[in-house]
Structures are given as C-alpha cells and as structure tokens.
C-alpha cells in the first residue's frame, strides 16, 4: 500500500470538527426532547423509541428520574431515610 491510500482512511481536521459538531448537535437535540416530555408507558412501542432517544442524549441510569414510587420494602425505606435526611438538612 502506497502512503496516498493509508491516509484516504484518516479524517482531516475539518471532518473531524463537523462529526463533533453532528454528534454535539444529535445530544443536544435528543436531550431537550427527554427533558421536555415525559416517559411513555412500559411496553408500548413509543416506549422502545424513547429508549433509544435516551441513549442518543446520553441519559445514562438515574440522570432522569421517573417519579415512580419504590415498590419493595427495602426501596420505600431507603425513600424514607433520603427524605427525612433531606427535610432535617433543609430545615437547619
């Protein structure tokens, strides 16, 4: 392979500034769209589109919180403990 070849494969400095620009412009879209609605019902198949616009905003485990109640004995006092943590620290 000659050298003109092997550089064909590396992107110059003005592809590489308009893939950031893309991909900064594809976060940016996917993550007002998450901030700005809620989440659809488990299951349904607005639910696996939104998963996916989740992962395009690079929402990653608890950044957007549900709102859903805990639903086992452990999660709910867990909840409780933040909350009163919370309302002692807020009330100093």
């Known amino acids: ?3 003109c070849a092997l550089s064909s ?3 110059s400095w003005d592809q590489l500034v308009n893939i950031a620009a893309t991909l900064g412009t594809i976060v940016t879209l996917a993550s007002a769209a998450v901030a700005a609605t809620p989440p659809p019902p488990p299951g349904t198949r607005l639910a696996k589109l939104y998963r996916v616009i989740e992962f395009l ?3 990653v485990r608890r950044a957007k919180e549900t709102g859903a109640l805990p639903q086992s004995r452990a999660e709910r006092a867990v ?3 933040v909350a009163l943590a ?3 620290r807020n009330s100093r």
């Open 79 to 81: 909840a409780d403990a």
């Open 1 to 3: 392979m000659d050298g």
């Open 9 to 11: 494969l590396v992107p």
């Open 57 to 59: 905003a690079i929402v």
């Open 86 to 88: 919370t309302e002692s």
